[in-house]
């Protein structure tokens, strides 16, 4: 089968990667051609347009947010010259409001829309070690299971709605972001009492808290090791503000969530935005008079 | 080594049993004498008064909190009489306000003071899996450590004054609490949005949060099973409320850990209290409709 | 001069009514033709379009949201073909981005564009009792700061940019939601210890807190009289996001407005949403269980 | 009739003056001598102890906290000294809780026990301009009035039980740090768009929050005007305390004082205790880099 694959950044590189890897043979388009060189110098073919990627059965995206999805897919003519029948894959972060709209375009499109958020950064992804949410139609969602099965450790089946599955990654994200915040906050207060905060995270990942999202985050966090990025700052702002919004949406308040994007504000006003948003802990400490 | 033990709770209980299957001798008093009976009837001997407890080079108590620890061992002049040189081991979760007096009480009365509260619920202290936090002069550490390893499945040391292993635990608790409220709010959104709260817990404990902490209370929140009380609602938001204190002290402000305090009491307030802390994710079920 | 007005809803016939009685020929435009016609009667004469209104030196605009300004004067081409030089007043709460936008998007077309958000309520606006603010370039505000004199009882103009007069209303608005709060968590102090709220509140008013926000607000929060709506509560809600929205943009964390953010949609998820904005307070009452 | 008068402090002291000014005898006891020796070269009687002091029908006192309260009155045992039916007038800000063990103890002992915390600063206080709050058992209110009526401006009866005042008391002084940390907020969202934090109170205080508290504070923050202070930061946060212990009590969660007493920390720990609580306002001008 020939797949599209629309966006290449590192996390779209490397999901294309573990596709070929899996035998796949790839049609991809990317904004800048440098990114689409590459994968095209390990087999895959370039398209000339993103709609030239969307002619087989099946595409894959992953853009890196909701203008660049509209811009790229809607606004440029690209999804309404899609093949029939194609299954549109997401594996972007975005918008819960942008997933309902386009769940619905597809539909009147004749096109099937799948939500394939997944957890993880891209060294997991070159890895195939992500977990894959998927949400869309049953039979959609059936017919693409196979080539998320290649791209990461285990994929889980959300709902059959695909704004279900952006629904789910954000709460995830939501719940990392809390994690560093009180992360950031336990290690304030330890270390006003002399215990380093490497210390009580050990203790933590130790016993009740032995989860990676524990053991990534305080270990970056004990060593105020902030540099280079994995995730900028912002970037983790922007998911706890689509967590908000999808909140506001439905009338469910999200109260850490408002507290952490204050303090993703506060982060950057001080000047930590081009960190790593793990960087959202020293809000804590600053408030301390500890950082 | 005869050793005495001061307070025969569920935990004090289970403690109690964990170093007498390791063969140590104690003497034991508690205040309502059902329970000094049935540990007496394991094999230890009873204490007529709590000092009486106090006569061995080592003492364990597990009282319920700071006033029930003052009326018995200060008021009473139970410390005043104690054996000189004896090592007094406190598990209790005592705020850090009486750590600091009790430590400073102990060296005045020529005693060692060692805080060694512990991390677990009532049935892992009886298996033995306790998590044991210690701190203390190195010295009166050293002394205990064999019979605190009779204890849990692993000591953590974290520092040689007594208040910081309180500080350690409220941290371990308040990052519990945090939990429990970002995994209610993160099951209202998915709610909001048809994905049953349960599903998305099982994603989470599936891949970034496979941790003790997020699989039992998400376990509990997603079935909305809260009752019976495994650690009572009210007793939550008083170790949070201790860890606030701790911090006020230091000028540390933990803002997550103030949310939580509104959010235990809006729980009490409508009718929580004698549910499973747990029930504090239930708020945020409530603020959105969704109860 | 002839005057262009477009939006004539509760507050726009009232400044329309205005400025009438000040002497001014009005052209109106509005969606809806009732409201347009009832004006007309008092003597204005009406548009076909909305591009007709703006063929004078001067033309305000009063329109309901972001969306309903775009729609009517962009998106129509209404402003690419407005008179040359015209000075565009608009009344309207909108967001600063859009402020923003319009702003440059006027010096483009050679038009100048005056924001003039205004304090206070439409019988507050009929009776001329507004305050006014306004915000543009120095010129343009001077030309049109007559006019403004016929709104309201005062006009303070407050910076040479449009946006400043935006900003300085979303941060009135916000100040004042956050007094509805205010006296929403210390009433429900109050009335734990069976203080009516409404005693309280006279307290307030009568010594520290004389002004009209508190007077208007406690009045109606202590009778909880929130029906009808004078200013229903998903309006409050709006204008507060559009203040965390203008605070993300410029990294200024607003923590008071992420919380009344929360708050009004506990209120909307809790049945309030057809209610004053003043039944924001309710939330305090509710989570006190004194609701 | 003759009144005795225990706590010279500033407050204690213009009250003091009130009294003596409309012709009250006193007699007075103060823990540090000068200021006795003050009030006293101003026709007061000074008394060897407090006990002394409670000779009278009636006796005021205005201590600096709940711990003063208690060594001065309780453990001294000067209350159980003191003349039957003596009406005693605290003044002073309490805990709630410390009132309601006041009221308890009084009746006790035979005495009666009326709360009458006033709202203004030292100079008001000379100036007879207070707002004095007064709860009790209402012939105890009724006996004291005249002289509450010599005190200041305007007595607000709020209750038959003395608890009440306090309730009140601390639910103005809450609504004043969140009057406080509101303009901090405002301001800085209008900083940031180059609107002068001045600037924008002088529109709020010109029209909706035409009162003492924003004007007092408006202008002390539009300055950064912090010292001297007139009621220093930590005193601020105390009374914030205060009315969240009350809160607790009942169950009465108070987000928005969670919220300010957070920024108190965040203030002390920043190095503004010596400020005066107006100083709460820069943690918003902190948070957003505009400090």
Redesign the interface.
Known sequence: MTIGFIGLGNMGSAIAGRLMKGGQSLVVWNRSPAAAERVASEGARRAGTPAEALQGEVAFSMLADDAAIEATLVTSGALKSARQGMVHVNCATVS?ALAERLEALHGELGLAYVAAPV?GRPDAAAAGQL?V?AAGQPDAVAKVRPLLDLVGQ?V?P??D?A??AN??K???N???A??I???G??G???K????EPA??F???T?????????RVYGGLIGERRFEPAGFRLPLGMKDV?L?LE???A??????????L???F??A????DADKDWSALAMT?FR????A
Not at 192 to 195: L, P, Q, R, S
Not at 206 to 214: C, D, I, R, T
Not at 268 to 271: F, H, Q, R
Not at 287 to 290: S, V
Request: charged letters at 10%; proline letters at 5%.
């Open positions: 819960v957890l977990h949410l285990r889980w959300v709902g709605h704004p279900m629904v789910v954000l709460a995830c939501f719940a990392l809390s994690a915040e009180t992360l906050e336990a304030a207060l330890a006003a009492y002399g215990v210390a009580l050990e203790v933590m130790g016993s009740l808290f032995a989860a990676p999202a524990y503000r967590a999808a909140g506001e439905k009338h469910a308040p999200l109260p850490i969530a408002s507290l994007r204050d303090h504000l506060a950057i006003a001080n000047g804590a408030n301390a008079g500890l």
